[in-house]
């Protein structure tokens, strides 16, 4: 194996006289198959520090989703295990609200993400042995089906659908695909991450770039490109500013630091020792290692490229936070919903879009209630002639909007007792909607006996709009709005 030397130009070369591949070379020592010119201009910022740090804001924002997510699925599909409370009246709109603002929250960190490390995909050995494999696999199943999730969620806020696949049942299998392959990766990648944390953004006692950080090409950095030697200097001389050899020799190198032998395992070939340099004599003065300077040392910091990164998240955060809470409504310039509507609450689906427009307004309409062989038929008159009860009730709705109004009606559990024994059975509730998937919902015991679980025929005062549901509608605490069914038709008890 060729020894290292440096000549008086302090550029490494080895016992041949052949110069070591540079940082920015494009041999098979070079650590990336990029083309030198664009290697030579890969910015300091990218790296595991940045990569680490960003990770972990977009690994909070995608957990706080995934969990809310399976929440609200849940609660539409419920499990036989799962129970989801009456009380406190606004939860769902909270967690709600989170799963959306947290997702779009998600979509500038993960551009960063992508930006901080896509180099490293370029980095040889392709695959190698089956770890490298899986975690390179693990990568691209990360990488695609966080994008998949993202970008449907995304178009599902605004209630837009230009594919032919179901988009729930595809978004709540592709989340656990997600949430596996970010278990591998995070297992796979627990070391770097953990001593690229204990890293500090900017090491002292480095010359800095205009940037504010180290030059890329410093032997300090060495270590973090394995194959590039822009500059192999004489480790006797010192670190700059420094008078003398390095303060931390290692032993049986005559006086060599670890920062360089760190540097130089690169340059090793498999099964072969990390290459050690054999210190040189000095024969008279010399001058420090002059290191090649690349494009990319005077580019942007690790500190800026964070901060943007925070910055644009909550950008991301208050330009659609304001449909869930509504002293931020003014700044949400990207929420599909603006919290305008009929009658001050907004709606996702029109009568004349759900086709109820006749039979809602028809004269004979009658709403039937069936408890077990028990079965009575109510008009709109009948039902106002029943005592009448208010509640100030958030609709949330699964696209993260939501907006809180007086509802007034009917009590639910006093509707049933006009009709016969209520047996504490699911409830139906079937709309005058002649097909759709949410034409009918359940509703479970603690919701149908609530207090403020009404069959409600106005809304903020005056009777509900057409298309909030009249003649009447069901309105209960702490339910998605797409549960919240429109325009009865009828209310079965399930035996």
């Known amino acids: 194996m060729a020894m290292m030397s440096n000549d008086e130009s302090g550029v490494a070369e080895h016992s041949d006289g052949q110069p070591l591949p540079t940082h920015d070379d494009n041999s098979v020592g070079s650590g990336l ?52 409370p009456v009380y406190p009246v606004w939860l769902y709109r909270v967690t709600q609200g989170a799963h959306v603002i947290s997702g779009v929250v998600a979509i500038p960190l993960l551009l960063v993400k992508l930006w901080s490390v896509y180099p490293r995909l370029y980095a040889r050995p392709l695959f190698g042995n089956p770890l490298r494999a899986l975690e390179r696999g693990s990568i691209a199943l990360l990488v695609g089906s966080v994008i998949f999730q993202l970008v449907t969620g995304l178009f599902n806020t605004a209630q837009n659908y230009p594919w032919r696949f ?85 032993a049986g190198t005559g006086g060599v630091s670890e920062d360089f032998v760190s540097a130089a395992r690169g340059l090793a070939k498999p099964g072969e020792s990390p290459v050690r340099p054999t210190p040189r004599a000095r024969t008279g003065p010399r001058s420090a290692p002059q290191i090649p300077q690349s494009p990319a040392a005077g580019g942007i910091s690790r500190r800026v490229v964070l901060g943007t990164a925070a910055f644009g998240a909550a950008v991301a955060a208050l330009a659609v936070a304001g449909q869930t809470v509504p002293f931020l409504r003014w700044l949400a310039v990207l929420a599909p919903r603006s919290g305008e509507g009929p009658q001050g609450v907004p709606i996702n689906r029109t009568a004349a879009e759900a086709g109820v427009t006749e039979r809602a307004t028809a004269p004979d309409y009658a709403l039937t209630v069936v408890l077990g062989d028990r ?49 504490g059975g699911e409830l139906r509730f079937t709309s005058l909607e002649d097909s759709g998937i949410y ?4 509703l479970p015991r603690p919701h149908a006996i609530a207090a403020d679980t009404l069959v409600a025929l106005r809304l903020n005062g005056s009777d509900l709009n057409i298309d909030h549901g009249y003649p009447c509608r069901l ?19 399930l035996i």
């Open 33 to 84: 198959l990029l083309p030198s010119v664009i290697a030579h201009r890969i910015s300091p910022a990218r790296g595991p520090a940045v990569a680490a740090r960003v990770g972990i804001m977009l690994g909070a924002a995608v957990t706080i989703c995934f969990l809310t997510g399976l929440l609200s699925h849940w609660i539409q599909h419920p499990p036989t295990w799962f129970v989801w």
């Open 166 to 250: 179901f988009f729930t049942t595809s978004h709540y299998a592709m989340a656990y695909v997600a949430a596996g392959a970010l278990a591998i990766h995070l297992a796979v990648k627990l070391p770097v991450v953990r001593e690229a944390l204990a890293q500090p953004l900017v090491s002292h006692g480095l010359p800095e770039s205009d940037s504010g950080e180290r030059p890329a090409n410093s032997v300090a950095d060495m270590a973090d490109s394995p194959g590039s030697s822009a500059d192999m200097a004489d480790p006797a001389a010192g670190s700059p500013g420094s008078a003398g050899g390095s303060p931390n020799p290692v």
């Open 375 to 423: 079965r009575r038929t109510f008009t709109r008159a009948d039902l106002t002639a029943l005592p009448q009860h208010d509640a100030v009730l958030p609709i949330a709705c699964v696209e993260g909007w939501s907006a809180s109004a007086r509802w007034s009606g009917i009590r639910l559990r006093d509707l049933l007792a006009a009709v016969g024994e209520y047996r």
């Open 439 to 442: 034409r009918t919902s359940v």
């Open 475 to 493: 309105i209960a605490p702490n339910r998605p709005g797409v549960l919240q069914t429109k325009w009865l038709a009828t209310i079965e008890e």
